[in-house]
């Protein structure tokens, strides 16, 4: 069974950086993309960065510039380096690893950025 377990969520202050953390573990096929997507209250969850098995990203307007998406597909674990924070970054954070038989998802991690 497939498990994806998150970390490095937390409270920060407005300006400040995150490296969030996701690893896989079980057996999975073909990997297309790993990404990371948000939900903050009254809110969708929305895309934030996605990286594809050919290394291309792709960022939500929201956070270019300011973040950044890499991954160790030795280590089938994808990181979300998040810098100068803004309290609209507030939300739940979710990675995803997109496989040829669907879409894997973490239990999610708070980020809170105060003001």
């Known amino acids: 069974q497939v498990q994806l377990v998150e970390s490095g969520g937390g409270l920060v202050q407005a300006g400040g950086s995150l490296r969030l953390s996701c690893s896989a573990s079980g057996r999975m096929f073909s990997i297309n993309a790993m990404g990371w997507y948000r939900q903050a209250p009254g809110k969708q969850r929305e895309l934030v960065a996605l990286i594809t098995s050919g290394g291309t990203t792709n960022f939500a307007d929201s956070v270019k510039g300011r973040f950044t998406i890499s991954r160790d597909n030795a280590k089938n674990t994808v990181y979300l380096q998040m810098n100068s924070l803004k309290p609209e970054d507030t939300a739940v954070y979710y990675c995803?690893?997109?496989?040829?038989?669907?879409?894997?998802w973490g239990q999610g991690t708070q980020v809170t950025v105060s003001s």
């Open positions: 995803t690893f997109k496989t040829v038989r669907g879409d894997y």
